[in-house]
Structures are given as C-alpha cells and as structure tokens.
C-alpha cells in the first residue's frame, strides 16, 4: 500500500466495522487538519485528466457543480474556466480547510451529503463533475450514489465522470473501490447519454489508466 492511503484505510476500516460507510471521511479530514493524519487526494493541481478537458471549454453563463470536493483543487479549476460553480462535501472540515486555501474565490463551497442533496440541486447544473467520489463510497452504494449524481444535471447539460477503471468481475479491498466499464454506462440514467468514454493513461503515471466519461442530458 502507498504509505500516503495509510491513514484513509484505517479511519475507513473503522466506519465499515461500525456500519457506517461514509462516517470515515470527517474523522480523517480532522485528524490530518490536526497535522495527525495525510488525506491522500490532496494534491494542489487539479485532476490530470481535467486540464486537457477543459483546453476548449468555456464556462460562461453556466453553472456547474463539483461533487465530493474536497479540498477545492477540481472545483477552482472550473470556475478557472469561468463556470458559476458550486462545490459540495460529507465534510464540514474539508469544506472549512477549502473556503481557508481559496480566500476570495467565487466558489461556492457548501457542506452536504451526495445521499440526500439540496431539493433545489435536482436538475439544476449545465455541468455536473464527479472525480473520484463515488469510487471512495463502497459498492453497497453505488447505485444510488450513481442515480444521484446523473440526477442533478439540467436538460441541455453535461456529466463528467472521472474514475479509476476495475475490470468486470474482479473484487477490491478498498477504499478506493474503482468503477468497471458497467458501473460507468450506469450514469446513463434520467435522460443522460453516453458522449464520449474513455481509458486514457495518466500523464504522470502511463502505465495507469482510468476512465474520463461525458454524458449529455
Ligand atoms: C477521494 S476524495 C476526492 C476529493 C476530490 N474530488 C478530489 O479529487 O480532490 C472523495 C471525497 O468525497 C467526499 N464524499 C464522500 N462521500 C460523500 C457524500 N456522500 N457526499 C458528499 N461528499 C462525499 C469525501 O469527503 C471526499 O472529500
């Protein structure tokens, strides 16, 4: 195991033990805000599979909204790109240590639970980006994290899933528990069709691939 997913694989193992498949991200987040733990995402450049994305998108006039973000490094690039946007977390802590790191950022940055959104967020952003969040719920969600995130795209809008790839069939001991090529086609749901799928090689990194996904709605 990279020593940096140390801390994460524990405080997960603990919130499983407990039946509590989310309850491990706070504790984390607070531990590492104490200097007593590493999240191992935070990373101070966006997601490498969104700069390339985003080289001819133009946010404009649209609203997009960052699902799971963390400490804001995906959501700051959006509204980089001029998108209205909104970034939501499970974490009260993250969303504090993200407001701190980004003073002055137009970013709205909101604590809430993928699992039970705002009403008012249903239908609601021509961009939806979903990077690595649902990967880090266990499968046992899955489904209904999937059906919530498609769920908040506008009609003319878009979905843009970033995820590690897990071949059909293999299991994990996660976190992370990474999408199969079924799991991604499941986005397609409300309305949302498949644009573009795809396996690309992580600049840094070739020899590891994950799946970048557009859906339109
Ligand atoms: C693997 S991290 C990725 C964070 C961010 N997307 C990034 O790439 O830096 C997953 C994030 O999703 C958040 N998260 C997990 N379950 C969530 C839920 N049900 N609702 C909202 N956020 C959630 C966690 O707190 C964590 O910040």
Redesign the pocket.
């Known amino acids: 195991m990279d020593p940096r997913d140390a801390d994460?694989s524990r405080f997960a193992g603990e919130a499983l033990a407990n039946g509590e498949p989310?309850g491990w991200?706070?504790p984390?987040?607070a531990a590492a805000s104490g200097g007593q733990a590493v999240?191992?995402?935070?990373?101070p450049v966006p997601?490498a599979l969104l700069p390339e994305w985003g080289r001819e998108v133009d946010g404009s006039g649209r609203s997009a909204l960052?699902?799971?973000?963390?400490?804001?490094?995906?959501a700051e690039f959006l509204a980089s790109l001029g998108f209205r946007t909104t970034a939501?977390?499970?974490?009260a802590t993250?969303i504090r240590e993200a407001r701190r790191r980004h003073p002055g950022s137009d970013v709205e940055y909101v604590t809430?639970?993928?699992?039970n959104?705002p009403a008012e967020w249903i239908g609601a952003f021509d961009l939806v980006l979903e990077?690595?969040?649902v990967?880090?719920?266990p499968p046992s969600?899955r489904a209904e994290?999937t059906e919530r995130v498609a769920g908040m795209v506008a009609p003319g809008g878009e979905l843009l899933v970033i995820s590690g790839i897990r071949e059909e069939g293999v299991e994990v001991d996660g976190?992370?528990w990474p999408l199969t090529r079924g799991e991604i086609d499941a986005f397609a749901t409300g309305g949302l069709r498949p644009e573009k799928i795809e396996r690309l090689p992580l600049p840094a990194n070739p020899e590891t691939s994950s799946w970048r996904a557009l859906f339109t709605r």
């Open positions: 994460a989310t991200f706070e984390l987040y999240v191992p995402w935070d990373i997601h960052v699902v799971g973000c963390g400490y804001g490094r995906d939501f977390d499970i974490s993250a809430a639970d993928l699992l959104p990077s690595i969040t990967q880090s719920m969600l994290a976190p992370p």
